[in-house]
């Protein structure tokens, strides 16, 4: 069975950081494309960030590029988003993604609130 658990949110004031999780099970993250997508109220789940496998491409929407790092580490088989400089706008539920060559995967996502 494949789980992907988020972990990380929170509230947060703007300008401050927060780190997302995501600890996966039943797959190996390596051989998958990873990402972070966020929907907020009222609004389409968007992507954030991915990671592709292998070689590990990365790229951003350009609402976060030079404030949101997407890294992996290996040995954890976990997804992680490093998110600096927090704006309100960045308010949303946070979801994992997982994508292979015919499989699909999505966490059950966790909260980010920047207020202050």
């Known amino acids: 069975q494949v789980r992907l658990v988020e972990s990380g949110g929170g509230l947060v004031q703007p300008g401050g950081s927060l780190r997302l999780s995501c600890a996966a099970s039943g797959i190996i993250i390596s051989i998958y494309h990873m990402g972070w997508f966020r929907q907020a109220p009222g609004k389409q789940r968007e992507l954030v960030a991915r990671?592709?496998?292998?070689?590990?491409?990365?790229n951003y929407a350009d609402s976060v590029k030079g404030r949101f790092t997407i890294s992996r580490d290996y040995a954890k088989n976990t997804l992680y988003l490093q998110m600096n400089s927090l704006k309100p706008e960045d308010t949303a539920n946070y979801f994992c993604n997982a994508i292979g060559l015919s499989n699909n995967y999505w966490g059950q996502g966790t909260q980010v609130t920047v207020s202050s």
């Open positions: 990671i592709s496998s292998g070689g590990g491409a990365t």
